[in-house]
C-alpha cells in the first residue's frame, strides 16, 4: 500500500519569510512518482511538480523549490520569500505501478503581512 | 486553466435523491479520474476511466457510478444520497503516465 505523509497540518510565516513543507512516502513500487499540488481558497487544484523516482535532482522554479531524498523517502517543497499569495493547502501526492494518486492530509500555509 | 471543465460548480439536493456530475477532460486526455474530497476522510481517489473502460477502483460507494463516453468526457452519478455524502468532488485528466491536472471541483452539498 502507499501512503504519504504531511506531518505539519498548518503553518503560519510573515512575508518575506522562507518556509519549507515536508512530505514522506511510503511505496514497495520501483518506479514512481511525487507530485505536489496547491490548493487556494478558491478550491482548485492546481499542479506544481512531478519528480520520478530516477531523478533525485533537486529543482528550482522561481520561489519554488524541491528536495527529493530517496533515503529518506522525503520529497520536501520550500517557498522562498513568501508572498501572501502562497496562502493556501499544498498536498504532496504519490502514485506508482497504478496510476492513481495517493494523497497526504495536506498543509495549510497561511502567509500574513 | 486547468482544460479540464466540469459541471456544475455547485450542487444543492436533498437526501435520497439522485446527481450527475460531469467532466470534460483536457484535449487529447484518454484517462479520467474521480477523486471526492471531504473534511473527515481528506482527498479520496474513487475511480479511473481510460478511453471508455474502467481502469481502477478505488473508496467508491455501490450507490455511486460512473461512465466514459466516446468523446471521453465523464459523468459521476450518485445515487441515495445520504448527508454524508456532501464533498467536493473533482475530476482530473491526464495523458497515460503524466501529472494530473484537475478541475475546479463541484461542490455537492446534501441537506
Known amino acids: 500500500a502507499q501512503k504519504v505523509t504531511q506531518a505539519q497540518t498548518e503553518i503560519s510565516v510573515v512575508e518575506k519569510e522562507d518556509v519549507t513543507l515536508d512530505c514522506v512516502y511510503e511505496t514497495r513500487d520501483t518506479t514512481y512518482y511525487l507530485f505536489w499540488y496547491k490548493q487556494p481558497p478558491s478550491g482548485e487544484l492546481v499542479f506544481l511538480i512531478r519528480?520520478?523516482?530516477?531523478?533525485?535532482q533537486n529543482e528550482i522554479s522561481g520561489r519554488y523549490s524541491w528536495n527529493f531524498q530517496k533515503s529518506t523517502s522525503s520529497f520536501n517543497f520550500t517557498i522562498t520569500a513568501s508572498q501572501v499569495v502562497d496562502s493556501a493547502v499544498y498536498f504532496c501526492?504519490?502514485?506508482?505501478?497504478?496510476?492513481?494518486?495517493?494523497f497526504g492530509t495536506g498543509t495549510r500555509l497561511q502567509v500574513t503581512l | 486553466d486547468s482544460g479540464v471543465t466540469q459541471t456544475p460548480k455547485h450542487l444543492i439536493t436533498a437526501t435520497g435523491q439522485r446527481v450527475t456530475l460531469r467532466c470534460s477532460p483536457r484535449s487529447g486526455d484518454l484517462s479520467v479520474y474521480w477523486y471526492q474530497q471531504s473534511l473527515d476522510q481528506g482527498l479520496q481517489f474513487l475511480i479511473q476511466?481510460?478511453?471508455?473502460?474502467?481502469?481502477a477502483k478505488g473508496n467508491i460507494l455501490e450507490r455511486f457510478s460512473a461512465q466514459q463516453f466516446p468523446d471521453l468526457h465523464s459523468e459521476l452519478n450518485l445515487s441515495s444520497l445520504e448527508l454524508g455524502d456532501s464533498a467536493l468532488y473533482f475530476c482530473?485528466?491526464?495523458?497515460?503516465?503524466?501529472?494530473?491536472?484537475f478541475g475546479q471541483g463541484t461542490r455537492l452539498t446534501v441537506v
Open positions: 482530473a485528466s491526464s495523458a497515460d503516465n503524466t501529472e494530473a491536472f
Open positions: 501526492a504519490l502514485t506508482g505501478a497504478a496510476s492513481k494518486l495517493t
Open positions: 519528480r520520478n523516482s530516477f531523478d533525485e
Open positions: 476511466y481510460y478511453n471508455g473502460e474502467e481502469r
